[in-house]
């Protein structure tokens, strides 16, 4: 695993493409988010469940960008920090905060995509 894949990774959300996206995750990939009622946050496990929620994301945020994306990789894990920007679909609201995702990785693909973001009041 390579800075440069957790780079290729990045550059597909900011293009928006889930197809893309898709191709990096194992068959049993679990993607938990950032939020939700779990300690982990939402917990979306199975190619279906992730591909539904990554593009949920586009959906709230049609202009979404993670900015600045930072990579470091330690054996089968992996951390991307980044500054998310988006405006929320439904009130217009534009959000700005800092964030990370913690990887593990199998096979040379994403097994786990675990999403960190700060939260603004």
Same mark, same amino acid.
Request: glycine share 10%; aromatic share 14%.
């Given at each position: ?9 990045? @550059? ?7 197809? /893309? ?5 194992? &068959?049993?990939? !679990?993607? %938990? ?26 959906? @709230?945020?049609?202009?979404?960008q993670?900015?600045? /994306? ?5 054996? &089968?894990?992996? !951390?991307? %920090?980044?500054?998310f ?12 905060t ?19 973001r700060?939260?603004?009041?």
């Amino acid at each position: 695993m390579t800075e440069s894949f957790l780079q290729a990774f990045a @550059d597909a959300w900011n293009r928006h493409d889930i197809d /893309a996206l898709m191709q990096f995750m194992t &068959e049993d990939c !679990v993607f %938990e988010a950032s939020a939700g009622p779990e300690p982990c946050g939402t917990r979306y496990v199975g190619p279906q469940a992730v591909r539904e929620a990554f593009s949920r994301v586009w959906h @709230d945020y049609p202009d979404a960008q993670w900015l600045g /994306a930072r990579h470091f990789i330690a054996g &089968e894990r992996g !951390v991307s %920090e980044w500054t998310f920007v988006g405006t929320r679909a439904s009130d217009g609201v534009r959000i700005e905060t800092n964030g990370c995702d913690h990887f593990t990785f199998r096979d040379g693909r994403i097994q786990l995509k675990n999403s960190w973001r700060k939260a603004r009041g």
